[in-house]
């Protein structure tokens, strides 16, 4: 019933390592993000898709890949995580129009 | 380019009192502000928009273009109002967040 629902919540690795945090919704809307919250409690979008097409991407590492195999899918993919990388990452969607976004519960990442 | 700004990282209001967390914007058009609220180890969530101009649990934000302030305000906290806030514009579907404030009621 969860409306955007990421998976894990929790993740711990190794610096160097590759990982990948999924998020769905399954409330039919047509644009999903990915926000990183730091240890500061910043929260800076990263990405934007807008059915499957990539629509905003901000100024990040291109160790960090969006992929959206369908538009209530927005998984990210990073690779050679650093300690730089650990933060919470969000993920939240939009009905087109509605201009109110939809969180998900966030996904904890730890590189240690 | 859009900003949002909340000067204030953390506020401390006494039950009872009233709160007031600020928000400035920077944008060069019309624009669409929101208060979103992370209660502790919960969601980001919604609070308030101001297109909407209701109370939510007590809240109130008025859209101030002249002074290009959206400030939120309650008349008298309570000890479930503790929680990160943060000050929202939205503009072509990107929505950009302030630095927010971390409010605490103290009891």
């Known amino acids: 019933d969860t409306a955007v629902s990421q998976t894990p919540k929790y993740l711990v690795t190794q610096m160097g390592n590759d990982k990948s945090i999924k998020c769905e919704q399954n409330?039919?809307?047509?644009?999903m993000y990915w926000y990183k919250q730091d240890s500061k409690k910043f929260l800076k979008i990263m990405f934007s898709y807008n059915n499957k097409e990539l629509i905003i991407n901000e100024t990040v590492p291109n160790r960090f890949s969006p992929k959206s195999p369908d538009k209530a899918h927005l998984n990210l993919h990073i690779n050679s995580l650093e300690l730089g990388d650990s933060a919470v990452y969000f993920c939240?969607?939009?009905?087109?129009?509605?201009?109110?976004?939809?969180f998900g519960a966030g996904s904890r990442l730890t590189v240690l | 380019a859009q900003r949002v700004t909340q000067p204030e990282k953390l506020l401390s209001v006494f039950k009872g009192a009233p709160v007031e967390l600020k928000c400035n914007y920077s944008y060069s058009g019309s624009p669409e502000l929101f208060w979103y609220v992370q209660y502790s180890r919960q969601r980001l969530q919604l609070l308030l928009r101001?297109?909407s101009r209701e109370s939510i649990k007590g809240f109130t934000a008025d859209l101030n273009k002249g002074e290009t302030s959206f400030h939120l305000k309650k008349p008298f906290a309570q000890e479930e109002d503790s929680a990160m806030y943060y000050c929202a514009l939205i503009q072509d579907e990107k929505l950009t967040f302030g630095t927010g404030t971390r409010l605490t009621i103290i009891p």
């Open positions: 409330l039919g809307h047509d644009t």
């Open positions: 939240a969607s939009l009905r087109s129009g509605a201009n109110v976004l939809t």
């Open positions: 101001h297109i």
